[in-house]
């Protein structure tokens, strides 16, 4: 009698698992936006694309660095992003910064855009990345930093560091 399961523990030959694919595979992350931005809220979206972005996507080509959402009449629009073109795709390629719609629920679009508007904070994309096939978007609101503020965070950062550090070489005796 043969069993259904994979021999190989669940796992398929690429190493990700078979049964609810949760692994994520980041393809651009914006490392500035959580230091220019006091980040207070995030959420996972989804985005429309065409074939040759998704392609250029799997490839690992995108750039977040000066890109921005904007709330437009009851949408949520990804603007500034690069996904450069697919060099394989010829006439059927696509604009390389063009804006794209963002899928959200209308409840969702509601909260966002009415924090964004009501608080002036502003709609940043953390990091681009395939969740199980589809290309997600986290999408955060945050509130901009003062060149003081940053300076603290980085003192902060560098205590916490050199206590780490002191501590870690204490217990090793």
């Known amino acids: 009698m043969a069993s259904s399961k994979p021999k ?15 692994a994520e595979r980041v393809v651009a992350e914006n490392r500035k ?11 996972e979206c ?4 065409v074939g040759s972005e998704v392609k250029s996507l799997r490839s690992g080509k995108m750039s977040l660095d000066e890109a921005y959402g904007r709330v437009k009449g009851n949408e949520v629009w990804l603007i500034g992003c690069d996904i450069p073109e697919y ?8 604009q390389p910064k063009r804006p794209r719609k963002l899928l959200l629920h209308r409840r969702e679009i509601v ?9 002036s904070l502003t709609l940043v994309p953390l990091k681009a990345y395939f969740k199980q096939g ?8 945050g509130r901009g930093r003062k060149v003081h503020d940053k300076r603290h965070k980085l003192k ?6 050199d206590i780490a550090v ?7 005796r």
């Open 111 to 119: 909260r966002f855009a009415s924090l964004a508007y009501e608080k």
């Open 46 to 49: 989804g985005i429309a694309l």
């Open 87 to 94: 060099v394989k795709a010829n006439q059927l390629n696509h």
């Open 33 to 43: 936006a959580r230091h220019h931005y006091e980040i207070l809220d995030t959420l």
């Open 8 to 22: 190989n523990g669940g796992k398929s030959s690429k190493g990700t698992s078979v049964k609810g694919d949760s």
């Open 134 to 141: 589809r290309v997600k978007v986290l999408l955060g609101i």
């Open 156 to 161: 902060e950062q560098t205590a916490k560091r």
């Open 166 to 172: 002191a501590l870690r070489g204490r217990g090793s």
